[in-house]
């Protein structure tokens, strides 16, 4: 099993910045973060992959988000850059202890969720 905590998540103005963190109870291979907004689907956001850093982003932050992480500290991180309104959402941190899924995104296929932290960005 994996805990997984989701922190940084707060309310700001279109434009701002906000930095997620996620810490895990152990090691995984893959992490990515989530977004869900009120009456939408959960949908990917960003992945990394262990072997060589990799990094996938969906389109719709593509240059303005940056995931990173930190694996002797067993954290995840989501610089969020240029908020926009509809950045609004509940984000959360998700793991799985073999090769990121293809395609990515698939949110069934990860095994591990925090319990997610709210951004809100008004414009």
């Known amino acids: 099993q994996v805990q997984l905590v989701e922190s940084g998540g707060a309310s700001v103005q279109a434009g701002g910045s906000l930095r997620l963190s996620c810490a895990a109870s152990?090691?995984?291979?893959?992490m990515a973060w989530f977004r869900q907004a009120p009456g939408k689907e959960r949908e990917g956001v960003a992945v990394?992959?262990?072997?060589?850093?990799?990094?996938y982003y969906a389109d719709s932050v593509k240059g303005r988000f940056i995931i990173s992480r930190d694996n002797a500290k067993k954290m995840l991180y989501l610089q969020m850059n240029s908020l926009k309104p509809e950045d609004t959402a509940m984000y959360y941190c998700?793991?799985?202890?073999?090769?990121?899924?293809?395609?990515?995104?698939?949110?069934?296929?990860?095994?591990?969720w925090g319990q997610g932290t709210q951004v809100t960005v008004s414009s």
């Open positions: 998700a793991a799985r202890d073999f090769n990121c899924p293809a395609p990515w995104a698939s949110r069934f296929s990860y095994n591990y």
């Open positions: 990394i992959y262990t072997v060589a850093s990799s990094t």
């Open positions: 152990r090691y995984t291979y893959c």
